[in-house]
């Protein structure tokens, strides 16, 4: 890797405070396609006496410079590929510039780029360089003042962050509309949006009686998928309120919906920029997880207003601070508007697949990390979602009421600045007069911790002693490891069902002991709601885990039993792989129980009657045996597909649907009869029942759901049922995506052949991040059995890809590139293609950043 040498990373210890502030920006857009003219008037004071002023910009071409109404001479001022260096300046100054870009090529949506006829800005982390030569860092917050310039006819929406304050309509038939953000923001969120759309237009009336106008906008024609966005955003604005106290601040909130977009949203001050995907919906495009994404996505959105916009990171390594606690605001928002129990299971599955996996790979990091090459990779699974489960912990440790008084004076006392997440622990710790020292390492530290429970009932004093031990592993960044602050949820559960008591532990010490007295017999030890990232090992016997399972009173443990199960038994398939285990007797029972009576919470039922996925089952081993899985998983479908069908069958007629809509309770029903219909695909007249539930769906949940089985299932009737599904739906790419998708999840080697058909799709664009992603990301994240075939096609598919991607765009190439980075878990041959595949890219002559830190530090 010779030509990618000397690459420069950056380093959490070398942060100091910027050398200039720039209190206020002034910003002029003169839109073209191939030739935007950007003007720039900076007020800008000095913090370092004799600094020069070093402003960050790639891909610019500087077209004047002024300093105080003086155009400086190109010898006051020096260029490079990254920078604008001005040696000699004032303590106080104006400084004028005028870059000029070309949106029109700018393939890799950082900065403003123009895709389907619409600019759009995208500025995190480090995107604002691309527009104009600025400190593009964080912690220098200016106010905003914004001027755009169009033509009328084309781009009749010119809009930007704040507040409009004025619009004027040229006799050269362009418009000039002005907008003023009154509060003080970094770079990073700067916005800019210019296309023709329809808008939906609401209001708001928040809770002191303030008026705020709310304006979505969308592709022409798609306004009444925009409703149910709306009506979300009207949900997530209240429930800040109610839960937070905290009440939006300008006079209008705006999302706009594109098609090209790198990340899901993005919270932009006063303008959030959305992935289409997360906006469109109906009845009839939409599935019940579409709907669920709509609404997260929206409020994570609009809580950033406060955890992240009011107050922000001081630097990119702080990323955490607001990622990390927005999202666990909007895990809150989620379970507070539909079931509790289901979402807490998603979260977790996300992170003992995904976060579980990166923490025991080449890219581990903490959720604050320590050094960085590329800031676009550390948008992770470990420092959002990690980071959120950290936040949680705070809220498990101080309780609700403890941690909302927290979250206030930290809000109150950073308000308008830039901070670390040593400022938001130290503002828990003084609301709440706590020592929260050994809490920080959780942000310092990377990896998972190993907590090993074990157990002893003394029955001459009724009482229950448990030692607890915590372990940890050296990580990919870290080789030494202290022990953590973990809060344990505990459940003691009699044996007739009946919870005995309920208690928060806490660790500090790699070992403790715990005891709990008045217990009558020796009760099972239950782990609730996951209170701490952590692996939980202790040994449960079948009996008590089908305990856990029927009788807990904690949905997520009853869950989480059936998963250990699920993972104790296939581990001991995959170790005796010549003999067919039975599955028990007593499980069978308790299955059967569930079909035939499900629980008040449909969708938990229908989880409690799902098996595994690959990802949960991998993450058990230190090598994973691809092939033991995949054949386990199979194999133990179909037997309980035969040996329960009478109850499956039952089970889904009882289900009978109603005309669609989208409540909690019918997406719980729909979860569960597509449930039963997965097993009934296996059986011997599993097509003719997958051709019934086809033909009569009237929404996306259930018709995904017939074709997904009967792909699983390889019935005689998918192919004709894909065919229909793809002519009724050629026009929409929402759809299209989810076609991809499909296809891309077959689980026989036809899917390459799909997956070369697919990429000359009318519809297929390589420029587009949706369309790569629901193809060639389907591929290798949900079709375990191409992707890791022993021949090594499918690693070598997604290597080619990725190579074609980062020329186009690193962000995508350097996602997509993420399950190879994991080769040193496989065996064998596995092993060696991953390898290759990995060294063939690394001898590219060019690689970005993005690409080149990842398969460096796997190559390792």
């Given amino acids: 890797m010779s030509s990618n040498s000397a690459r420069n990373s950056r380093r959490l210890a070398d942060y100091r405070q910027p050398d200039f502030l720039i209190p206020e920006i002034e910003l002029t857009f003169e839109l073209v396609p191939e030739a935007t003219r950007v003007t720039a008037l900076m007020k800008i004071t000095q913090q370092r006496a004799g600094a020069p002023l070093v402003l960050d910009g790639q891909q610019l071409s500087l077209k004047y410079i002024a300093l105080d109404n003086v155009e400086l ?25 005028v870059t000029e870009i070309s949106p029109a090529e700018n393939t890799a949506l950082e900065g403003l780029y123009l895709a389907n006829n619409v600019f759009c800005t995208q500025c995190e982390a480090e995107g604002f360089r691309r527009i104009m030569f600025y400190p593009d860092r964080p912690d220098v917050l200016s106010v905003y003042t914004t001027h755009i310039i169009a033509d009328q006819k084309q781009y009749p929406y010119l809009l930007a962050n704040g507040n409009n304050i004025a619009t004027e309509q040229r006799a050269d038939g362009k418009t000039r509309v002005s907008w003023h953000d009154p509060f003080a923001k970094p770079c990073y969120l700067f916005a800019l949006v210019a296309g023709n759309f329809d808008c939906l237009s609401d209001h708001f009336t928040t809770a002191s009686g303030r008026q705020v106008s709310l304006q979505l ?201 830039a901070v670390t997440c040593d400022d938001f622990v130290t503002a828990m710790q003084d609301a709440n007069s706590i020592d929260l020292t050994q809490f920080r390492l959780w942000y310092s530290q990377s990896g998972t911790p190993v907590v090993t429970l074990n157990q002893h009932y003394d029955k001459q004093t009724s009482t229950l002693h448990l030692e607890v031990k915590q372990h940890h592993s050296a990580s990919a960044v870290q080789t030494t490891q202290q022990a953590l602050l973990i809060p344990l949820q505990l459940q003691l559960l009699s044996h007739d069902g009946r919870v005995d008591q309920q208690h928060l532990i806490t660790l500090r010490q790699h070992t403790e002991h715990f005891s709990f007295s008045n217990l009558a017999s020796e009760p099972v030890v239950v782990w609730e709601n996951f209170s701490a990232p952590v692996k939980l090992q202790q040994d449960y016997q079948l009996s008590q885990l089908l305990l856990i ?48 009576h499900p629980l008040p919470d449909q969708a938990l039922t229908a989880e409690l009657l799902t098996l595994p996925d690959f990802d949960t089952l991998a993450e058990q081993y230190q090598h994973i045996p691809v092939s033991g899985i995949i054949n386990s998983l199979k194999a133990i479908k179909r037997q309980l597909a035969n040996q329960l069908a ?55 949940t259930d018709t995904l759901a017939a074709l997904g089985a009967a792909q699983f299932a390889a019935v005689a009737g998918f192919n004709d049922m894909a065919e229909h599904f793809a002519l009724k739906w050629q026009n929409n790419v929402l759809i299209t995506d ?72 690193p962000q995508v190439a350097a996602r997509l590139i993420t399950p190879l980075l994991a080769w040193k878990r496989f065996n064998d041959q596995r092993r060696d293609h991953m390898l290759a595949a990995l060294q063939q890219l690394a001898t590219q002559e060019t690689l970005s950043n993005d690409l080149y830190e990842k398969i460096t530090k796997s190559l390792l």
Avoid at 652 to 681: D, F, I, K, M, V
């Fill in 73 to 97: 001479s190109p010898e006051r001022y020096q260029l490079t590929d990254d920078h604008l260096i001005i040696s000699s300046v004032p303590k106080t100054f104006t400084l004028q510039l």
């Fill in 217 to 417: 906008f969308v592709e022409p024609g798609q306004q009444t998928k925009g409703y149910f966005a709306m009506a979300a955003l009207k949900r997530a604005m209240r429930w800040d309120e109610t839960r937070y106290n905290l009440e939006y601040d300008l006079d209008v909130y705006m999302v706009v919906a594109v098609d090209f977009f790198n990340m899901g949203a993005m919270e932009n001050k006063g303008l959030n920029i959305f992935n289409s995907k997360y906006v469109l919906a109906d009845d009839s495009t939409a599935t019940d997880k579409d709907y669920f994404n709509i609404e997260s996505i929206i409020g994570h959105e609009y809580f950033h207003n406060w955890t992240g916009n009011r107050v922000t990171c001081r630097d990119w390594f702080q990323l955490s601070l607001k990622e990390g606690l927005t999202v666990f605001r909007d895990q809150e928002f989620s379970a507070d508007m539909g079931s509790a129990t289901v979402n807490r299971i998603d979260a977790v599955k996300l992170i003992r697949t995904a976060q579980f996996a990166e923490d025991a790979g080449p890219m581990a990091h903490p959720i604050r990390p320590e050094q960085v090459l590329e800031m676009n990779n550390f948008y992770t699974v470990t420092v959002y979602d990690k980071g959120a489960e950290v936040i949680r912990m705070l809220q498990t440790l101080l309780g609700q009421p403890g941690f909302n008084k927290g979250l206030a004076f930290y809000l109150e006392r950073h308000d308008g600045q």
């Fill in 549 to 596: 399972a029927e009788k807990a009173n904690n949905g997520f443990a009853r869950w989480d039993a059936m998963q250990v199960f699920w993972s104790d038994f296939i581990r001991k398939n995959i170790a005796q792989p010549k003999t067919r285990l039975e599955l028990p007797t007593e499980l069978m029972t308790i299955l059967r129980q569930w079909l035939q």
């Fill in 646 to 700: 009478e109850d499956w069958r039952r089970c889904y007629h009882a289900l009978e649907p109603a005309p669609y809509h989208y409540t909690e309770q019918a997406a719980g029903g729909r979860a569960l009869r597509n449930c039963c219909l997965s097993y009934l695909a296996l059986l011997s007249d599993g097509s003719e029942l997958l051709n019934q539930h086809y033909q009569n769906s009237d929404n996306m």
């Fill in 738 to 809: 989810k076609y991809f998708s499909l296809l891309a999840s077959n689980p026989t080697e036809k899917v390459f052949d799909s997956l070369q058909q697919l990429s000359r799709h009318p519809l297929f664009s390589w420029k587009n991040p949706n369309r790569v992603r629901a193809l060639y990301g389907a591929f290798s994240l949900r079709n375990p059995e191409q992707f890791h075939r022993a021949d090594g096609q499918g690693y070598r598919c997604l290597a080619t890809v990725v190579a074609r991607m980062d020329s186009i765009n």
